[in-house]
């Protein structure tokens, strides 16, 4: 399949090799993280006049899910600020390794690997999320106890065992990356089946080795292996969207069920956030009261059995109807490609629903980040509701059509025949028809 | 090593301007702040008034810093022509009051933030020694000794609609006492009649004339323009709880218990409802009611509030004429003649 190495250009590659322009992002990054606990703490605790807020749950993520994953895949992880403390002490070094870092270097424990944990943690910000999304104060506790764990971990674990196995957003940004444009890859494997001493294994903080890489869900993009290669035998490819789905890669359960985590969240999400129903708000919101168990309930039951026992059937229809008998077992890991691209559609769909209304927030929480009456860039009181307009719904309908356009193509190029792709193909309509009514209806 | 040097040399830069901002700004803040009360608003679900008090000296500038914390809420000060401010979540309002005289005013919400939303008040304490304010004249439910809490519905209601100018027909027949201004202020419409009902003059007279003749009488000691102004009154403070219509059916209160009086008894003897929980306002438009109140025992509910019922009291916050305008657009629920806008 086509790919463009954009190590080719000058340009691109003397950017990709120095660490100097990297560093200063994240360093810039490590700033924003530092000033966005504060303002969470110091600053007003009316969300929409909060830089915390407004930054983190409007800016950030939107960005996430509009521009860094289906433009870059792990792009975020290049630049994100939550490793750099605890990779600092590792290395020994703030700019590169010095081989005098310190940790224990402990290898994660083998029942923890995978993305179970991470799609916990996503399943907690669904139960959480309507008091994390709205309080300042508790969205800069978190980034605080986030940053404090990741530090921890990685004096006691080796590489980036946080990002890898803890992070939600690490396991949201994986999943989804596995769709998007950007992969690192090797040039020619000869070179690296020759080369013995894998200086791209070592300095990879993402435990990954390119030579290895069929997939680009568990690599961060930080070019590491780029930068120690001695052969220069590393690419960074452009290449078309969802080139990491086919019908002989390999998946896990674990990948299946991040996946059935997040359609879970975005149809939740989107009932709690934009729909009419007050009482479903004012439930997720009461964390602790009665109300506020029912819905966690319903979530958990939704997320765990009925989302999950929709899609094991279509699987094992699917699985009935296929020339070659695989185990259930690993057709649902296997199936479960279609779930990335659905998934990454509906996402983007939701977000298109809130970043048309809450975007005015932005300028005028840069011009008063505190909400302290500041007026900086002279925007602090030019803020807005603003509304979903014909044209954000008539881009949703398209993009959730787009999704099951794509899932469905996904879901034939993992199939022996077209037959066998249609029970996969009714789980995704299903599940658009759900979240666009949701969405629009 | 000089490159890690550097990079090392960044980073703190970077973080030392991460901190140094909010610390730095929240400093020059204080200080520029020294003469300025800053004064944040919440629903009293969340703590209402960040400041109960606040003191000025008379005649000095009282600089108010004031933002609201939750939902939108409003500035006013109690029986004066200061304009309210409306406080926006996270936005700062600012204002300067100047206080001549001293005594005790109450500053309070003027938004339905809330069903306690009454509750937010607070008080501006103006101290001096070189004028005193003038104490207020005792309300008239007080001189008169009403007991504003016993029970007072009409002994006797008209049965069809009245109409005052039907009424003023027979004001030449009226004993002399029944055009005073005491007899309208101290004398529920219902009594009034029964009273006018043993003169002789008027005995010939049918019952329905005789309430024509309360109705106009009613109408005699208002005017139009005190209706119309009781009737702006009204919606914006009262009607979230007594209803657009007067029908007790305000958006506060709808889903809350009726109020009824037998529901608090104590042994033999019977209650008002005292600290028993908000419970909704009686209906106006029935004239069994109203028509069982003097405008003095109005006068007193509105000041002092109605005891555990969950009608605040207002008698920091109204003029005497705004509450006489009140008193006067009450009574058209009960008469069912609201007042005609003369734009």
Redesign the interface.
């Known amino acids: 399949m086509t790919r463009l190495d954009l190590t080719q250009f000058p340009i691109i590659q003397k950017i990709l090799y120095s660490r100097w322009p990297q560093?200063?992002v994240r360093?810039?990054t490590?700033?924003?993280f530092?000033?966005t606990i504060?303002?969470g703490i110091?600053?007003?605790?009316?969300g929409?006049?909060?830089f915390a807020i407004i930054f983190v749950w409007i800016a950030w993520w939107t960005a996430l899910k509009l521009f860094f994953i289906p433009f870059g895949g792990r792009s975020w992880c290049s630049i994100c600020p939550i490793p750099m403390p605890g990779e600092w002490l590792q290395n020994g070094?703030?700019?590169?390794p010095?081989g005098k870092g310190i940790g224990l270097r402990k290898k994660w424990p083998k029942v923890l690997r995978g993305n179970w944990l991470q799609a916990g943690g996503f399943l907690m910000v669904g139960l959480f999320g309507a008091l994390t999304l709205t309080s300042a104060r508790i969205t800069a506790i978190i980034l605080l106890a986030i940053i404090v764990l990741a530090l921890l971990l990685s004096l006691i674990y080796e590489r980036r065992s946080f990002c890898n196995y803890l992070c939600p957003i690490g396991g949201f940004t994986g999943l989804y990356a596995q769709a998007g444009p950007v992969e690192v890859r090797v040039k020619n494997a000869k070179v690296c089946a020759e080369h013995a001493e894998k200086t791209c294994y070592n300095a990879c903080p993402w435990g990954q080795y390119p030579l290895a890489l069929k997939s680009s869900a568990n690599c961060g993009l930080c070019m590491e292996c780029l930068r120690v290669c001695p052969t220069d035998n590393i690419a960074v490819n452009m290449r078309p969207w969802g080139s990491d789905f086919g019908p002989k890669t390999k998946h896990r359960l674990d990948e299946a069920f991040l996946g059935l985590v997040m359609l879970a969240s975005v149809l939740v999400d989107s009932a709690v956030f934009l729909g009419p129903w007050g009482q479903l708000k004012t439930a997720a919101y009461e964390i602790g009261s009665i109300p506020w168990f029912i819905f966690a309930g319903i979530f958990l039951f939704g997320a765990l059995v009925v989302l999950p026992g929709f899609y094991a059937a279509s699987v094992w229809v699917a699985n009935r109807m296929g020339n070659i008998q695989n185990s259930f077992r690993k057709s649902l890991s296997h199936f479960s490609q279609v779930l990335v691209p659905l998934g990454l559609i509906a996402w983007i769909a939701f977000t298109v629903s809130f970043a048309f209304v809450k975007f005015t927030y932005i300028l005028p929480v840069i011009s008063d980040?505190?909400?302290?009456?500041?007026n900086l860039i002279g925007n602090?009181?030019t803020a807005w509701v603003g509304e979903t307009t014909t044209f954000s719904l008539f881009f949703q309908v398209i993009l959730l059509s787009l999704g099951l356009f794509w899932a469905s193509r996904v879901a034939r190029q993992i199939s022996d025949s077209t037959k066998q792709a249609l029970p996969l193909i009714a789980f995704c309509a299903v599940f658009n028809l759900s979240l666009l009514w949701l969405l629009i209806g | 090593m000089k490159k890690e040097l550097l990079a090392r040399l960044i980073i703190i830069l970077f973080i030392s301007l991460a901190i140094a901002i909010p610390v730095i700004g929240r400093l020059k803040l204080s200080v520029n702040h020294n003469n300025v009360v800053e004064l944040h608003a919440r629903m009293p679900e969340n703590g209402g008034w960040s400041l109960s008090t606040i003191e000025v000296k008379a005649g000095k500038p009282l600089k108010l810093h004031i933002t609201s914390d939750d939902v939108m809420h409003g500035f006013s000060i109690g029986k004066s022509d200061q304009p309210a401010l409306e406080i926006t979540p996270g936005e700062f309002v600012d204002t300067t009051l100047i206080f001549d005289t001293p005594g005790r005013y109450t500053f309070y919400c003027d938004r339905w933030c809330g069903p306690n939303h009454w509750r937010m008040r607070g008080t501006i304490v103006v101290t001096g020694d070189n004028q005193t304010s003038q104490p207020e004249p005792q309300p008239l439910f007080l001189k008169l000794g009403i007991d504003i809490d016993s029970p007072s519905d009409a002994e006797t209601i008209p049965s069809k609609p009245v109409s005052a100018e039907n009424g003023a027909k027979f004001q030449h027949l009226l004993p002399e006492y029944a055009l005073q201004r005491d007899t309208y202020n101290a004398t529920s419409p219902a009594k009034l009649w029964m009273r006018l009902r043993k003169e002789s003059t008027l005995a010939n007279l049918p019952d329905s004339d005789l309430w024509d003749i309360i109705a106009w009488i009613w109408q005699q000691n208002t005017t139009n323009d005190q209706v119309i102004n009781g009737q702006e009154i009204f919606a914006k403070n009262c009607a979230a709880c007594h209803g657009e219509t007067g029908e007790g059916d305000g958006v506060m209160v709808r889903g809350l218990p009726v109020w009824d009086p037998g529901n608090h008894n104590s042994g033999n003897v019977m209650h008002e409802a005292t600290g028993e929980g908000l419970v909704r306002p009686p209906d106006f438009t029935d004239p069994i009611h109203l028509l069982g109140v003097s405008p003095a025992l109005l006068e007193g509910k509105i000041i002092r509030g109605g005891m555990g019922t969950g009608m605040p009291y207002w008698g920091p916050i109204f003029t005497n004429q705004q509450i006489d305008s009140l008193i006067s657009y009450l009574y058209t629920f009960a008469w069912n003649t609201r007042a005609k806008n003369s734009n």
């Open positions: 560093f200063l360093a810039i490590l700033a924003g530092i000033f504060l303002a110091l600053g007003s605790i009316v929409s006049h909060n070094g703030i700019l590169q010095s980040p505190f909400g302290w009456g500041w602090s009181n």
